[in-house]
């Protein structure tokens, strides 16, 4: 018998002393022996913790992930202050602060439980943001710098896509036209061209962008224009 309670004495390591109010959904408990920890004050109910409450290794380790859990998730709701955020860049964050990796992707699924990371919408809005001003290559490689991939299209998406791939090379074209007036016909539009595969444009859209310049500078034979070229 006097085994048995030594043993029962063993599991019950610690005992909650005292709790001090932090935010308005939060505690600091404090604990005979232990460091104290920050929790929600839902968890304090939730978990049955009261004043003198024996605490086993089990109950300390449920304590100790919790307030793990409400600190990386104040870390990431923080960092969505200026903009959205995608998983990865979220995932990055709480990696440089080092969260470990399992509470970080709890963090992640409470967030998206509560539709605050949405990687697919926030792809779309991208997209749309940006469709007018980027190439679609390049559009991809921002996409892919943050972790998320190019919405799939329809027929009908892809037809205003690639008008909005032209619209957003001909911006670039006339501004680059207009940098390089001091050079000869010739050295404007190679320029041109290669300045426009490298944004990532592809050949049919540098080709109609070449001719719809070609004709605008007609009245002054200032750019001229052979099939081979791109």
Same mark, same amino acid.
């Given at each position: 018998?006097?085994?048995?309670?030594?043993?029962?004495?063993?599991?019950?390591?610690?005992?909650?002393?005292?709790?001090? /109010?932090?935010?308005?959904?939060?505690?600091? $408990?404090?604990?005979?022996?232990?460091?104290?920890?920050?929790?929600?004050?839902?968890? &304090?109910?939730?978990?049955? =913790?009261?004043?003198?409450?024996?605490?086993?290794?089990?109950?300390?380790?449920?304590?100790?992930?919790? !307030?793990?859990?409400?600190? !990386?998730?104040?870390?990431?709701?923080?960092?969505?202050?200026?903009?959205?955020?995608?998983?990865?860049?979220?995932?990055?964050? =709480?990696?440089?602060?080092?969260? /470990?990796?399992?509470?970080?992707?709890?963090?992640? #699924? &409470?967030?998206?439980?509560?539709?605050?990371?949405?990687?697919?919408?926030? !792809?779309?809005?991208? $997209?749309?943001?940006?469709?007018?001003?980027?190439? #679609? #290559?390049?559009?991809?490689?921002?996409?892919?710098?943050?972790?998320?991939?190019?919405? /799939?299209?329809?027929? !009908?998406?892809?037809?205003?896509?690639?008008?909005?791939?032209?619209?957003?090379?001909?911006?670039?074209?006339?501004?680059? &036209?207009?940098?390089?007036?001091?050079?000869?016909?010739?050295?404007?539009?190679?320029?041109?061209?290669?300045?426009?595969?490298?944004?990532?444009?592809?050949?049919?859209?540098?080709? #109609?962008?070449?001719?719809?310049?070609?004709?605008?500078?007609?009245?002054?034979?200032?750019?001229?224009?052979?099939?081979?070229?791109?």
């Amino acid at each position: 018998m006097m085994k048995k309670c030594l043993i029962l004495m063993n599991e019950f390591n610690d005992e909650v002393v005292g709790r001090e /109010p932090v935010e308005s959904d939060k505690l600091r $408990v404090l604990f005979k022996r232990g460091a104290p920890l920050v929790i929600k004050t839902s968890t &304090w109910v939730d978990l049955g =913790l009261k004043l003198g409450l024996p605490v086993n290794d089990s109950l300390r380790g449920q304590l100790e992930e919790s !307030a793990e859990i409400d600190a !990386a998730t104040d870390l990431a709701l923080r960092y969505f202050r200026f903009r959205r955020r995608s998983q990865q860049e979220i995932f990055t964050y =709480l990696d440089r602060h080092e969260v /470990p990796r399992g509470i970080a992707d709890k963090v992640i #699924r &409470w967030l998206a439980d509560r539709q605050l990371i949405d990687d697919s919408q926030y !792809a779309r809005d991208l $997209v749309e943001l940006k469709k007018h001003s980027l190439s #679609r #290559r390049e559009m991809a490689l921002r996409l892919s710098r943050l972790g998320l991939q190019m919405p /799939p299209e329809d027929e !009908a998406e892809a037809a205003s896509a690639e008008e909005a791939e032209l619209s957003a090379a001909l911006t670039a074209a006339r501004k680059h &036209w207009g940098n390089h007036s001091h050079d000869d016909v010739r050295q404007r539009r190679n320029k041109l061209m290669g300045y426009l595969q490298r944004r990532g444009f592809c050949s049919s859209v540098i080709r #109609r962008v070449v001719e719809q310049l070609a004709t605008e500078s007609a009245s002054d034979e200032s750019f001229g224009m052979d099939d081979g070229d791109v």
